[in-house]
Nanobody, 129 residues
Framework: QVPLVESGGGLVQAGGSLRLSCACS??????????MVWFRQAPGKEREYVAS????????YYADSVKDRFTISRDNAKNTVSLQMNSLKPEDTADYYC????????????????????WGQGTQVTVSS
């Protein structure tokens, strides 16, 4: 298991910002072996891809719906991955989940839910209009 704990969610007005964090506390494992991803799930909807970052942090990818508003980053020294969310919209309201996968390639990260093995419990983000 790779324990992942998200934090930073909350209530914000449209146009505002939030920064989500995901901390990995697995002992005996190297955080930089894992590609990391953020997904989100709105009430009554499927869980959808938001953004991902490769093991090295050198490659990042975004869903079109968040591109130019959200930024994913990682700090391998602190075993954390973050999601900076700016210009938030009511449609960004969802539970946000981080997930990890042991990746062979240092620049790979996937956008499909089944590609990730370890998941956090989620943090709730609510954007009011």
């Amino acid at each position: 298991q790779v324990p992942l704990v998200e934090s930073g969610g909350g209530l914000v007005q449209a146009g505002g910002s939030l920064r989500l964090s995901c901390a990995c506390s697995a002992s005996g494992r190297t955080f930089d072996n894992y590609a990391m991803v953020w997904f989100r799930q709105a009430p009554g909807k499927e869980r959808e891809y938001v953004a991902s970052v490769s093991r090295s942090g050198g490659s990042t990818y975004y869903a079109d719906s968040v591109k130019d508003r959200f930024t994913i980053s990682r700090d391998n020294a602190k075993n954390t991955v973050s999601l900076q969310m700016n210009s938030l919209k009511p449609e960004d309201t969802a539970d946000y989940y981080c997930a990890a996968r042991n990746a062979v390639s240092s620049e790979w990260s996937g956008s499909l839910r089944y590609e990730y093995d370890f998941w956090g419990q989620g943090t709730q983000v609510t954007v009011s209009s």
